[in-house]
Nanobody, 117 residues
């Protein structure tokens, strides 16, 4: 059973920063494209950022320039650095893994990010 465990969410003031982490329970990490999604109340889940096994990065327009995704294959961990946070960034953030060979995918349980003064 693969598990993805997120951490790093919380309450932050507008303009602040957070770093989210997601660690996989076993070594699927090096063969998986990794991503972060978010879902705000009443809205559909949307892609925030992705990083492939070859380190190609993709960002949503809404976070471009304020967000950095990175991965550490040795630690089976993907990170999402969020800067200049806005109230509209408030959402539950989910980690996602897609194994590039089988296309099997997995989700984390989510971590809440709240941007408010």
């Amino acid at each position: 059973q693969v598990q993805l465990v997120e951490s790093g969410g919380g309450l932050v003031q507008p303009g602040g920063s957070l770093r989210l982490s997601c660690t996989a329970s076993r070594s699927i990490f090096s063969i998986s494209n990794m991503g972060w999604y978010r879902q705000a109340p009443g809205k559909q889940r949307e892609l925030v950022a992705q990083i492939s096994t070859s380190m190609t990065r993709t960002y949503a327009d809404s976070v471009e320039g304020r967000c950095t995704i990175s991965r550490d294959n040795g630690l089976n961990t993907v990170y999402l650095q969020l800067n200049s946070l806005k109230p509209e960034d408030t959402a539950v953030y989910y980690c996602h893994a897609v194994i590039i060979t089988s296309r099997n995918d997995y989700w984390g349980q989510g971590t809440q990010v709240t941007v408010s003064s």
